[in-house]
């Protein structure tokens, strides 16, 4: 897997010279074809996969649960819950009537492409229209890995601060929707959403947005009808 091309460098410390590897590019390489090879058999299949991302605690299985219950009736949902070291969320998810499967990371704090193909086959996917994944909770790794998704999303809760796109840009530049949850709670805190905005569309001009919450179920609507449309038009060959 790690060709003898990529030993780029030679290291040299004051005692005798080293060699230096770069594997990250290749990992990420090798990750981006199994990605490839995922997305085109989901195509085959009709199912559509989405991945969420966000830090711990921003409300993701929380939007999660109210999404499959609008959706019911509409799409066959299942949801791949990815943790490092637990299954509280499955719990969670099953215990409302949801499919759900569990995957345990044992301490990595990302999901790539073979552990979501691995999870899906689990889940029989095939028999979906719609797949979801809760990726780990964090802005940083998840971002790295492409998944095998269709499109990627990002939920950043308002109590988190409108400040987090200048932070983490990569996972804001790479994704396709976001989402600003606890909106109920926005006027407890500082977060400004046209400063927000501004922060988020210098790294990835005109994303779309909803503004949401999982408490109140605002913009739970809109959201459902965005998922609708891309299934429908997936299914059709219309997108992707
Ligand atoms: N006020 C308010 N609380 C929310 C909202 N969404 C989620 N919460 C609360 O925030 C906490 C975390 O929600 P979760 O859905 O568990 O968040 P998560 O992103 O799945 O967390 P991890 O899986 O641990 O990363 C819970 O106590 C939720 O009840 C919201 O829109 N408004
Ligand atoms: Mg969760």
């Given at each position: 897997?790690?060709?003898?091309?990529?030993?780029?460098?030679?290291?040299?410390?004051?005692?005798?010279?080293?060699?230096?590897?770069?594997v990250k590019e290749d990992i990420l390489a090798d990750n981006k074809s199994e990605a490839q090879n995922l997305r085109n058999r989901l195509k085959q299949a009709g199912t559509y996969l989405l991945n969420l991302m966000s830090s711990p605690g921003s409300g993701k299985t929380s939007l999660i649960l109210q999404l499959v219950e609008n959706l019911r009736g509409d799409l066959k949902t299942?949801?791949?819950?990815?943790?490092?070291?637990s299954s509280v969320d499955t719990e969670r998810l099953t215990g409302a009537g949801i499919k759900a499967l569990q995957l345990r990371t044992g301490g990595l704090c990302h999901i790539d492409a073979v552990m979501a193909a691995r999870g899906l086959e689990a889940l029989e996917a095939?028999?979906?229209?719609?797949?979801?994944?809760?990726?780990?909770g964090n802005l940083v790794c998840p971002a790295e890995?492409?998944?095998g998704?269709?499109?990627?999303?990002?939920?950043?809760?308002?109590?988190?601060?409108?400040?987090?796109?200048?932070?983490?840009?990569?996972?804001?530049s790479i994704c396709d929707l976001v989402l600003i949850n606890k909106i109920d709670l926005l006027d407890y805190t500082d977060f400004e959403l046209p400063r927000f905005k501004e922060n988020l569309f210098k790294v990835n001009?005109?994303?779309?947005?909803?503004?949401?919450?999982?408490?109140?179920?605002q913009g739970i609507q809109e959201w459902s009808s965005w998922i609708k449309k891309e299934v429908w038009d997936f299914q059709q060959g219309k997108a992707q």
């Open positions: 897997m790690y060709e003898k091309e990529n030993e780029k460098s030679i290291g040299k410390n004051s005692r005798e010279e080293f060699r230096l590897i770069e299942g949801v791949i819950e990815a943790d490092i070291d095939e028999l979906l229209d719609l797949a979801i994944i809760e990726n780990i890995f492409d998944t998704a269709f499109k990627n999303a990002v939920i950043l809760s308002v109590t988190e601060g409108d400040d987090k796109p200048r932070k983490y840009p990569l996972v804001f001009p005109g994303v779309e947005c909803f503004e949401v919450s999982a408490r109140t179920g």
